[in-house]
């Protein structure tokens, strides 16, 4: 059902899980170049990140800490082991340290199969860099955010100009070289109100697999302690959500409108990671995706000073792990802190939620959403609960036809045909007599498929 996915998290990337030699799996982006980019995105979370280290003077990981990692983590890991690359911007450390990695990772393998990923706002995408992608296989993930006027809201570069342009360009040069690449789209206040406009792009500039994620930050009115202003669920102060974070109900919207078209006409054409992650869960197996399982923890986030954090999206000084120049890696991954941190969204699941009809396919989504309440008061809810609960509840139907169709290894794609059959059956219970028939034939109703 689903190409291998690009890198991590909550989100941000389809999660890859790697398994661990006896050991629970875990999973890390590695962030070569820290918080550093070329864009200056208005939406993004990590930029601030670079307020952590006020005393680094040079981004790029040293040699040392990137050897330190790539050693350590094939240790850790049997089989086809699974690399994600992302930032801030790593393309900017250049093609040639990018072939160091390519070096250590052989040096290190064993003879087993190591697997890159890349995620990019692909703006430095040329020529050079295509032809290394494509002769070491790298998977790479171009963040998109639709057409034009839609994408260039809120990506921006330093000076404020839109980067649509360079982007599309970088993405044609992977094309031209065939390199195999996903698209990341980020939905926010902007684009949520044009999701078939948004798909229909997509699908135009070639993206078979398609990565929707939510934008949702909350700012504090005044900066932290550590200089950040975005802040966690937990925090106390006075906080609002941001204007360009998309709205519960819109993000609901959105998937359902997307969906509506694909289960019609692009099962198994094109590969939407929340729909394949769905008809998982619809057929009983245990979602690949963070952000749906019952517990998280599996997913951590490697800073260029080998400072390792329980969570992309949890770069904060009180869920720094530890450096892997000073502990293992493994035994940080594996630690009593970050299994805490991972059984918490569990734990922490509101009462409203665990009673919830569709807990099994959202299981309280990623915990660093939950600061709204429940209707009866209750903290711990997630901000996007309306739109999942919609979501969720509007697949259900072709969910259960797709997860039984797998268990009688048949076609899930078998689905298109079944909701032709459900619209044109809706369609005759509501038709005039003298309206055009619904199958298309030209005629009336009454004379066609109303007769009698």
């Not at 002769?135 to 260039?152: A, K, T, Y």
């Amino acid at each position: 059902m689903r190409r291998r996915g690009v890198g991590a998290d909550r989100g941000r990337l389809g999660l890859v899980y790697a398994r661990g030699m006896g050991n629970a799996p875990f999973h890390v982006l590695a962030k070569p170049a820290g918080a550093i980019c070329n864009l200056d995105c208005r939406y993004c979370f990590y930029l601030e990140k670079e307020a952590l280290y006020p005393q680094t003077g040079a981004w790029a990981m040293r040699e040392e800490v990137l050897e330190s990692y790539i050693r350590q983590y094939l240790e850790a890991h049997e089989g086809t082991v699974q690399f994600a690359w992302q930032g801030g911007e790593p393309t900017l450390l250049g093609v040639e340290y990018f072939r160091r990695v390519v070096e250590l990772e052989r040096k290190y393998a064993g003879g087993r199969r190591v697997d890159n990923a890349l995620q990019t706002n692909g703006v430095l995408l040329n020529d050079e860099w295509a032809r290394f992608l494509k002769d070491e296989n790298f998977l790479v993930g171009i963040s998109i955010d639709g057409p034009q006027q839609l994408h260039d809201a809120y990506r921006v570069d330093k000076g404020g100009r839109g980067s649509f342009d360079r982007v599309l360009r970088g993405m044609e040069t992977l094309k031209r070289h065939g390199v195999e690449f996903n698209t990341l789209t980020t939905v926010h206040r902007a684009n949520a109100q044009a999701p078939l406009e948004v798909y229909r792009f997509l699908k135009e500039h070639g993206s078979g697999f398609m990565q929707f994620i939510p934008i949702v930050e909350r700012a504090s009115q005044t900066m932290t302690a550590d200089g950040l202003v975005l802040v966690k669920p937990q925090f106390a102060g006075a906080a609002e959500v941001t204007p360009w974070s998309v709205e519960p109900r819109a993000w609901g919207e959105f998937l359902c409108a997307i969906f509506d078209e694909w289960v019609r006409k692009d099962v198994g054409r094109c590969y939407v990671q929340l729909f394949d992650v769905c008809l998982e869960m619809w057929a009983g197996m245990e979602a690949s995706l963070c952000v749906f399982r019952r517990q998280c923890g599996a997913a951590l986030a490697l800073e260029h000073t080998g400072d390792l954090y329980s969570c992309d999206h949890y770069v904060y000084p009180e869920n720094r792990l530890g450096n892997i120049m000073n502990e293992g890696l493994a035994a940080l991954a594996r630690s009593e802190a970050q299994r805490a941190f991972g059984e918490a969204k569990e734990t922490m699941l509101p009462k409203y939620c665990r009673e919830c009809a569709v807990r099994f396919a959202c299981n309280g989504e990623c915990p660093k959403h939950r600061f709204a309440a429940t209707p009866d008061g209750e903290p711990g809810l997630n901000y996007l609960c309306a739109g999942y609960k919609r979501f969720f509840t509007h697949v259900d139907p072709y969910m259960r036809f797709m997860a039984a169709e797998l268990a009688a290894q048949r076609a899930p794609a078998n689905v298109m045909r079944w909701a032709a059959g459900e619209d044109a059956r809706a369609a005759m219970r509501t038709a005039g007599r003298n309206h055009p028939c619904p199958c298309g034939s030209g005629k009336k109703f009454k004379h066609c498929c109303g007769r009698g």
